[in-house]
């Protein structure tokens, strides 16, 4: 279907086209021919991105009066934000409409500006129910001669608690209006005032009811609540490119979480309650303009933000209610893009898992929290990959070129790659070099829980213990990894039990060269090591060449090798033991796109 089909106005399909409009998003193949062609109410049950400002935008339009100096729609909307946002796109749709003229009224603002604006009434209001409810009582506003009347978001209205406000102000239209509702949810408050205040009315839905958007992928993360921050870390260092709001239940927790992460040195800020208006509009803008990557917010305050691409939402916890879940969702995956929504839960939630996906009739994937080289290898290869895409200004870079030649001329390109990472990458290197692993354990159930794998350090030894009174045979083995890709014993016992997915497997002794670590595991558990690698396309396992045989000799525990590796010097010559405390080496490296350099550069440098 097209627009032209949809017998709109040629002055409004003109300003459409000229925003790139090209085809009616579902909700719109919907609503418009409903309400050009019938003459009924509309409950439309869509989320929010799913193009609902012109689904009910356009119609209206359409029907205006231009030369009626009367109020003839109004537009209810819980927040000033989405009032704003609303009243910018009505008027990007109706530029060739003369003699149009729309006003948005909320609260927040100087009302004398606003009773300003109301003077030669505009056709189209657009309000914020508290606020129009004033200006209704100072009689400034008058709605008796209302054709149209939208309800946006109307579950959001009465998660505010505006239902008495509501009913008042429809309650001050004429019933010869036609109302349309918009909801991402359908709670049976929404359904009651449907029946009580609306006519013979259809519904739509766009998509499944109670459902979050096609679009997204919801995952969970389990971890011991203390963890909660460090795992939130880890997802945003899993994500270079990251574009997300982390939601937090209070104004406290949401301050104390962005306050962490800019100190840790993340594109982040807080929005909440606690901050004046002016406060929140440079926050909403800073982080609409990309020049902050993270938003930590509560529910409230994030409410009528309305930012379309964003990559991930982060429940930081899990809300009360199915309804919060589903509106924090819907803000990924938005205008036909992918997106996550993750939940960082302790194990006592999982029930809570089970109730969103009953209602969301959506499958949620636990996934296990990454380690530190699976966050280093990604963070690497963004910045490998950013690296290759680079614009390369050639002629600004020309008269040092053969200067920086000369310098260079001793290192092959191997070497001068190795260089440039690490100047980059050996501080995130260098956190992440011990991570623990973060993922709960539940204590019943070892054997099936496949996170358990990399938390046995303590129990290998107990079982090495025991062949050791036994003796064994032990076969040499040896990984395609060593201290060039940041392999440490402890990291190297991580990637054992994960790929084998046996608690029982003994390590011996670990010797890590640049290339390539060797170890030592009983000859009735090698084949097993080996068939568990073969499936590992990265990681190659093989019997060392020459490797030996012992017999009955004591067998090393993997915790004896950590401290012959746990200590001394880097190429670089940095001490592992003590870099951390280092300054910045707390920050982990993060990679340096567009907005950090922006970011750097209004801070006036970075530390990370
Ligand atoms: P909304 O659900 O109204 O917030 O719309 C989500 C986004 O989709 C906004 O950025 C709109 O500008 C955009 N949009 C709405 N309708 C269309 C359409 N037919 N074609 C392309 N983009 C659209």
Excluded at 401 to 428: A, C, G, P, T, W
């Amino acid at each position: 279907m097209t627009f032209q089909e949809l017998n709109l106005k040629p002055d409004i399909l003109s300003a459409i086209s000229e925003l790139g409009y090209e085809q009616p998003m579902p909700v719109q193949e919907q609503t418009i021919p409903f309400m050009l062609e019938k003459n009924a109410d509309l409950v439309a049950l869509a989320q929010t991105g799913t193009g609902k400002t012109a689904a009910f935008g356009l119609p209206v339009l359409n029907m205006i009066d231009v030369s009626r100096k009367q109020v003839q729609a109004l537009v209810l909307a819980p927040t000033r934000e989405l009032c704003i946002q609303i009243a910018n796109d009505l008027n990007n749709y109706s530029k060739y409409l003369r003699g149009l003229r729309i006003v948005a009224v909320y609260g927040g603002e100087d009302i004398r500006k606003q009773l300003k604006q109301l003077d030669g009434t505009p056709q189209i209001i657009v309000a914020t129910p508290g606020r129009l409810i004033d200006l209704l009582e100072r009689g400034k506003i008058n709605l008796g001669a209302i054709d149209f009347l939208v309800l946006d978001e109307a579950d959001e209205m009465l998660n505010m608690g505006f239902k008495e406000d509501i009913e008042t102000i429809l309650q001050k239209t004429p019933d010869t209006r036609r109302t349309m509702l918009f909801s991402a949810t359908m709670p049976k408050e929404i359904a009651s005032i449907a029946k009580r205040y609306m006519k013979d009315y259809e519904e739509i839905t766009v998509g499944v009811k109670n459902s979050g958007s096609e679009n997204v992928e919801h995952i969970y993360y389990v971890s011991q609540a203390k963890q909660r921050y460090l795992v939130l870390k880890r997802i945003v260092d899993l994500n270079p490119d990251i574009y997300g709001i982390v939601f937090c239940r209070t104004r406290q927790e949401t301050k104390e979480v962005a306050d962490h992460l800019m100190k840790d040195g993340y594109s982040a800020d807080a929005l909440h309650g606690d901050l004046s208006q002016a406060q929140r509009d440079t926050v909403m803008q800073k982080f609409r303009i990309r020049n902050i990557q993270l938003l930590v917010a509560t529910d409230v305050a994030a409410r009528g933000l309305d930012v379309s691409d964003l990559t991930h939402v982060i429940n930081y916890n899990l809300p009360d209610d199915v309804e919060v879940y589903t509106h924090r969702s819907g803000r990924t995956g938005r205008a036909n893009k992918k997106g996550v929504s993750v939940s960082i839960i302790h194990s006592k939630e999982k029930f809570k898992i089970k109730d969103i996906e009953r209602m969301l009739k959506k499958q949620f994937q636990q996934q296990q929290i990454p380690n530190g080289l699976e966050v280093c290898k990604k963070q690497l290869f963004f910045m490998i990959d950013k690296m290759q895409n680079v614009e390369v200004n050639e002629d600004q870079i020309a008269p040092y070129i053969e200067q920086i030649m000369k310098q260079l001329d001793y290192l092959n390109k191997e070497e001068v790659l190795k260089r440039f990472v690490s100047l980059e990458f050996n501080r995130f290197l260098e956190y992440y070099k011990d991570a623990e692993d973060l993922n709960y354990h539940e204590r019943s159930d070892r054997s099936s829980d496949r996170s358990e794998r990399s938390d046995r350090a303590g129990r290998d030894s107990k079982s090495g213990g025991d062949r050791q009174k036994k003796g064994g045979r032990k076969v040499r083995l040896k990984i395609n990894l060593g201290d060039r890709e940041g392999l440490n014993p402890k990291r190297f016992l991580g990637i054992i039990n994960d790929v084998t997915g046996d608690k029982s497997i003994s390590i011996g002794s670990i010797e890590i060269t640049n290339k390539f670590t060797f170890f030592d595991v009983f000859e009735d558990q090698s084949d097993q090591v080996l068939k568990a690698f073969a499936s590992e396309p990265d990681m190659i396992v093989s019997e060392a060449k020459g490797g030996k045989s012992y017999e009955g000799k004591p067998y090393e525990g993997a915790k004896r090798d950590n401290s012959k590796y746990g200590s001394g010097s880097y190429k670089d010559g940095s001490s592992r033991g003590s870099a951390r405390k280092q300054d910045g080496a707390d920050k982990p490296w993060r990679s340096r796109d567009r907005n950090d350099r922006n970011d750097r550069r209004s801070k006036g440098g970075r530390n990370r």
